[in-house]
């Protein structure tokens, strides 16, 4: 059976404590970072950041929003970064729960290929040239215990079990979303581990909120040995 | 104290130890025949309530049994009844509070006019303070106000603080205060 | 709070007003949430859009400082559309009382007021409360008139005092649109039916203002109005900002007031008995609980704490030797520092805190500093306190102050409890030992007590409260919090049960033969053991989330308190599903011939007010046992600022005049007057309304979270917010660095251009509002450029509680 995450973003009140669970739980160094003029902070995701709430404020039919969106690795369940790293001690796919895995053995690989296929621009560069990213807190779930950033979520955005219960759960906040919001829609569901569920269109969010983001560049979809669905197919079709 | 795991445990059907290799700088060799174990397996584990805000939030402390008993993991604690298990980022990084190299570990002394701190020990620190206490206290004590009322007090020297303090520490600081003669006693609540 | 955390989840419309609960106090977000999911509305009504707001179902914005308009549209609109909870007014409020003819307003000022003369300050004046006395039968009790109908009754001045708070007066001051004040009003004024519930979540939002005290009664007056208070999912909820901020309060770090709320004595109470006697309400009216009737039992049993064997009936248990303040004057924070400032105060202990950053005016705090002889500074890391002598623009050669910087261990290194904003207390253990050469403040403060001790023990001046204070903490020579904890609690001194600790405070006694160190917390630890350090999960019979075995609260583990108002006359909850209390004695001929309570512990387990039948039962107890006539005060004569809360601008606003009345700010705040209180009201110098707030990856000040890389991370530098309108007048990009300036200081800010503020139209004229956090400083991070908004917070505060106006001011933006 594998794993997911159901990320239910109408209730994030980007308070960022996954950002730093993450961080805490990983012994993840800081970055140094500045005010851009925003909260958002690190600027991207990196090698020693794993997940990062996105906020973006946004007039939407005359009334501001501030959309968030706790961004991190979706573990595919096809993933083209697997593919195309074509090296099991490098990228692999743990058994028991799906999740995707980068290994130290990244270095040498060409990463930046691997980065490139990755419809999500999840991975990130080490100084050495080791990929890092979400490693879904496998010691923490094969140990019988929530990933950091789902454990401490005080408002239930966050959500990881077995895929089944998440795509029950999404399924039923979605109707439930969708009777105030009719626009709501679950993101790649089919195709993905970590279903998140939006009420506006996914590029207000992020630009990779979804894979076939027309913001995408084309040469990245190219690189995928699987092409994901047009957004107007993928988004509902779980109900 | 008594914490027991039991629900600690959070996810079914997980097994024991599995085939993980998490983040990076671990040795692969042999790759995915090393079954990762928790940190915080031999760890001590502690209750606590976070320091920050008025929530009350529990959280469990895991400290190592080993070499210089410091923190390795501070986490949301699953059996309390008002957070279950849940943090905000300042709760989140607890840890980072306790093991950090900017804290202060040594009492310091600041001499007037001096450009810098020098290192004291606590004996040295708290006898001058003590003597500091006697001299402006004696030097600034009223028995009588001008009415003539009896006050016993002084208003030569201030506290402020402190929210910060533990229940029994609160008390046993105002009242060494209070001891004192001191009426401006003020704390967070004020500001 | 009246209620607690958890209760939350049982309301059906949350406001939040005067807070920003999703940032502050994050995990309070749970309880909000799952009220939301069954179906509860959640109101954000701040002057910028929050967290909070982007989770709300009605967001609205108003004016820094203009809450009392607001809030007096919505008690105009209960009265008006007749949506108040009549039976619950009638019966548990002072709505019925009859006021005193001299009672009076009129221009905005209250009958009896005085403005100060010269030099007298400062309060700007001050009203004799005398003026506005409640009328009295014969037998001392005050005259009711139920129907409400009575022109002098509280009820009926209370429709004429609103009268004027229309909704286009309220959105000319406010600059909240007519629409968006009805819609809120309309909303929250849907928990006044039965059953249903409203709760209030404010902080420093409502408290940090000249009318800071009266923000929060008039919202206090909705909730009685609506009937509110003692329900699930109701209750005035303070969001207390620090983790024992409310136990540290109990115990009373303030000037005014000793452990378990009790006075601090005036220099007019010259004895034990006279300091009892003007302190101990005294009621005539047999159905009044009147519980500070008990106020001796609980100041003996104190002093018996502090001086233990050496507290007799002889030496008035030790009373004289204690400090007496002046009657009238007032040693607040804001006064403190202005002593200090003048250069009377030779000491100065900051213990956990950072007065450098924390006070408004801080510029004068830390010129404050340097006249000081010596300063203590316990604290974790080093800060802008204990560092003030080479703070930017300050040369350490020219300091003369001698410094002690003491480290503190964190809070799990060590082992105590501390009480939650729901006023539960909870024991935490030791992990760690302390860090390096790091002790815990109990081991400071008891070494430092033996060290002063042993000083007086030769010599000194009136020393007898120095040396017979019981100091008996330590256990293995180190601190013992367990043996404090009882001490809080109290033991028994004499008779059958010497030695053994209090069951509760109803047990103690006025005659030295019982110890509480703070009669609130008597029964935290008692013979069966630390009930702070329960852990039952199981709830109560009601299953509305009390987890009565989970931790300890006061007062005697009542978790939401005003209970007995949460049910009628007869004791039957208003609403059914989640009752508090309910009283379920047996019945005989119409008539209750026993007492039982379930639920929630009750508040004081007498009989309710009438029989089954309807008829009244003489040993029954109104529901606000605190209050001297046991009603909950809809009229408020105990206020420095008047019985009923009235609209003032603050200090510095933009504006020339007050809207609603000639009174341009409240005629009782208080203002200082040295050189180093400027302020500039309605001036083209300082055109934009600021306040100040926090963020929620930073705490307080900072201390505890700018030296955290992860924090540090996520918000690296302070920054001022405003709107998109402002940055274009001001030619401001989003991300530049630009200079924020009030009429006291000033401080480099990155720009942040958010459509999250917008300008209010006030009065006709745009105003524009901008927002700082407070949470920076210098020292940390160590590029130093990061300071204190309090560089910019105004002089003046709160007449009841003198806490400071930094939520309004007036600043002027530049590019740098």
Not at chain 2, 166 to 185: F, K, P, T
Request: hydrophobic fraction near 35%.
């Amino acid at each position: 059976m594998s794993k997911s995450f159901f990320i239910d973003t109408t209730l994030c009140t980007a308070c960022r404590a996954c950002q730093v669970a993450c961080k805490q739980w990983h012994d993840l160094p800081a970055e140094e970072t500045e005010n851009r003029g925003t909260y958002e902070n690190p600027a991207d995701l990196s090698f020693d950041t794993y997940k990062l709430v996105r906020m973006r404020e946004e007039v939407i039919g005359g009334k501001l929003q501030w959309l968030f969106f706790p961004e991190q690795c979706r573990h595919c369940a096809e993933a083209p970064c697997l593919d195309t790293a074509g090296d099991e001690t490098a990228v692999y796919k743990d058994a028991a729960t799906g999740a995707i895995i980068f290994t130290a053995n990244t270095k040498g690989l060409n990463v930046d290929e691997i980065i490139e296929s990755c419809p999500y621009n999840i991975p990130r560069k080490g100084p050495d040239g080791t990929l890092a990213k979400c490693d879904m807190c496998l010691d923490r779930v094969h140990n019988g215990l929530l990933p950091a950033c789902v454990k401490t979520c005080p408002t239930g955005a966050m959500n990881f079990g077995e895929r089944s219960e998440m795509v029950a759960l999404a399924k039923s906040r979605l109707s439930t979303v969708k009777k105030t919001n009719p626009k709501a829609a679950l993101l790649d569901p089919d195709d993905v581990n970590v279903i998140y569920l939006v009420t506006e269109k996914p590029s207000l969010y992020h630009e990779f909120a979804v894979a076939s983001n027309t913001a995408f560049d084309i040469t990245r979809q190219v690189a995928l040995r699987r092409m994901f669905k047009p957004l107007t197919n993928i988004v509902s079709r779980l109900l | 104290m008594k914490v027991t795991r039991r629900e600690f445990i959070q996810v079914t059907g997980a097994t024991a130890a599995g085939l993980a290799v998490s983040g990076l700088g671990f040795d692969l060799k042999p790759v995915k025949a090393h079954a990762q174990m928790l940190k915080t397996k031999y760890a001590k584990e502690t209750t606590t309530i976070c320091c920050y805000c008025a929530v009350g939030c529990g959280a469990i402390v895991h400290t190592s049994k080993r070499g210089d008993g410091r923190v390795i993991n501070i986490e949301g604690d699953p059996d309390h009844v008002i957070n279950r298990g849940s943090l905000c980022s300042k709760g989140a990084s607890l840890k980072q509070l306790t093991e950090n190299e900017n804290r202060l570990t040594e009492p310091m002394y600041r001499a007037p006019y001096s450009k810098e701190w020098k290192q004291v020990s606590w004996d040295w620190a708290l006898s001058k303070i003590a003597k500091r206490v006697k001299e402006t206290r004696d030097a600034t004590f009223k028995v009588k106000n001008k009415k003539g009322q009896v006050v016993n007090r002084t208003e030569g020297i201030v506290s402020v603080g402190s929210s910060a303090l533990d229940n029994e520490e609160c008390w046993i600081y105002q009242a060494l205060m209070r001891s004192l003669g001191l009426v401006y006693v003020e704390h967070q609540a004020r500001i | 709070m009246t209620n607690h955390w958890i209760d939350i989840k049982n309301s059906d419309c949350i406001l939040i007003m005067g807070s920003n609960a999703a940032e502050n106090h994050p995990i309070s977000f749970k309880y909000v949430t799952e009220a939301q999911q069954k179906g509860a509305k959640l109101i954000s009504v701040d002057p910028r859009f929050t967290r909070t707001s982007s989770k709300a179902d009605i967001y609205t914005a108003l004016r820094s400082g203009t809450d009392i308009a607001f809030l007096g549209g919505m008690i105009k609109y209960l009265l008006d559309n007749k949506l108040y909870n009549k039976e619950y007014i009638a019966n548990y409020t002072n709505a019925p009382f009859i006021v005193g003819k001299s009672f009076k307003f009129n221009k905005g000022l209250f009958s009896g007021y005085e403005a100060a003369k010269k030099g007298q300050g400062p309060a700007l004046g001050k009203y004799d409360k005398k003026k506005w006395g409640f009328e009295m039968d014969k037998n001392g009790v005050p005259k009711m008139d139920r129907s409400l109908k009575n022109s002098r009754s509280v009820f009926q001045l209370l429709k004429k005092h609103y009268k004027r708070y229309n909704t286009k007066l309220v959105s000319k001051i406010t600059g909240t649109s007519r629409e968006d004040l009805l819609k809120v009003y309309k909303t929250y004024a849907a928990t006044g039916a039965r059953g249903k519930a409203g709760t209030i979540m404010y902080a420093m939002g409502w408290t940090q203002h000249t009318v800071g005290t009266q923000n929060i009664r008039t919202m206090a007056m909705i909730q009685l109005l609506l009937g509110n208070m003692g329900v699930a999912g109701g209750g005035v909820n303070a969001l207390r900002g620090e983790s024992n901020v409310q136990g540290s309060t109990d115990h009373c770090l303030l000037w005014h007031i000793w452990p378990g709320y009790l006075k601090t004595p005036r220099a007019s109470n010259v004895s034990l008995a006279a300091y009892n006697k003007k302190w101990t309400p005294k009621s005539n009216d047999p159905l009044s609980a009147n519980w500070w009737q008990n106020y001796p039992k609980y100041s003996v049993s104190l002093l018996k704490s502090f001086f233990g064997e050496k507290a007799t009936k002889k030496n008035d248990f030790g009373y004289d030797w204690l400090p007496k303040v002046d009657d009238g004057k007032a040693y607040s924070w804001f006064d403190l520092f202005d002593a200090m400032y003048k250069g009377t105060v030779k000491g100065f202990f900051a213990w956990g805190m950072n007065p450098a950053c924390s006070g408004s005016n801080a510029n004068k705090n830390r010129k404050a500093m340097a006249k000081l002889d010596w300063m203590v500074n316990v604290n974790l890391f080093d800060n802008e306190t204990g560092s003030f002598w080479k703070g930017p623009g300050v040369n350490p050669s020219k300091i003369k102050t001698e410094v002690f910087m003491l480290p503190a261990c964190t809070s799990v290194e060590k082992e105590g409890s501390i009480t939650n904003s729901g006023r539960w207390m909870q024991w935490r253990y030791q992990g760690p030992k302390p860090l390096g050469n790091s002790l815990s403040d109990g081991d400071i403060i008891m070494e430092l007590g033996n060290k002063i001790k042993a000083a007086y023990r030769k010599s000194g001046v009136s020393s007898e409260a120095i040396r017979n204070l019981k100091w008996d903490y330590l256990t293995h020579g180190e601190y013992d919090p367990h043996k404090v904890a009882k001490e809080i609690n109290g033991y028994y001194l004499e008779g059958p049960k010497k030695g053994k600790l209090v069951e509760s405070f109803g047990k103690l006694k006025a005659d030295g033969s019982t110890s509480s160190a703070n009669w609130l917390y008597c029964h935290s630890y008692t013979e069966k053991g630390n009930m702070s350090a329960r852990r039952s999960k199981k709830d109560a019979p009601n299953n509305i989330g009390l987890y009565p075995e989970f931790a300890w609260c006061w007062p005697v583990n009542r978790r939401i308190i005003y209970n007995r108002a949460s049910v009628d006359l007869k004791g039957q909850p208003w609403d059914k599903k989640d009752w508090v209390v309910k009283f379920t004695g047996d019945v005989k001929d119409g008539k209750y011939v026993s007492k039982k309570w379930i639920g929630d512990v009750p508040d004081g387990g007498w009989y309710p007010l009438e029989n089954p039948d309807g008829s009244k039962r003489k040993d029954a107890k109104y529901a606000f046992i605190m209050r001297k006539h046991g009603h909950a005060q809809i009229f408020g004569p105990g206020r420095a600022d008047g019985p009923f809360p009235e609209h003032y601008e603050p200090l510095e606003s933009p504006i020339a005049k007050n809207l609603m009345n000639p009174q341009r700010m409240n005629p009782t705040a208080v203002v200082y007057t040295t050189d180093a209180d400027a302020y500039a009201t309605n001036s083209a110098k300082y055109p934009y309304v600021c306040s100040t707030y926090r963020v929620s990856e930073h705490w307080q000040t900072g201390l505890m979270t700018r030296p955290q890389a992860w924090l540090l991370e996520l918000q690296p530098q302070v920054f001022v917010e405003m709107s998109e309108e402002l940055a274009k007048i001001r030619k401001i990009k989003n991300g530049e660095r630009v200079k924020v300036a009030s009429a006291r200081g000033s401080l480099e800010c990155t720009a942040i251009v958010t459509k999250r503020f917008k300008p209010f139209k006030i009065a006709g004229k745009t105003v524009h509002q901008v927002g700082v956090p407070w949470n920076f400083g210098w020292r940390w991070p160590e590029s130093g450029k990061e300071e204190s908004a309090n560089l910019l917070t105004p002089p003046t505060g709160d007449p009841n509680t003198r806490i400071p106006e930094t939520k309004a001011f007036m600043v002027n933006i530049k590019k740098i």
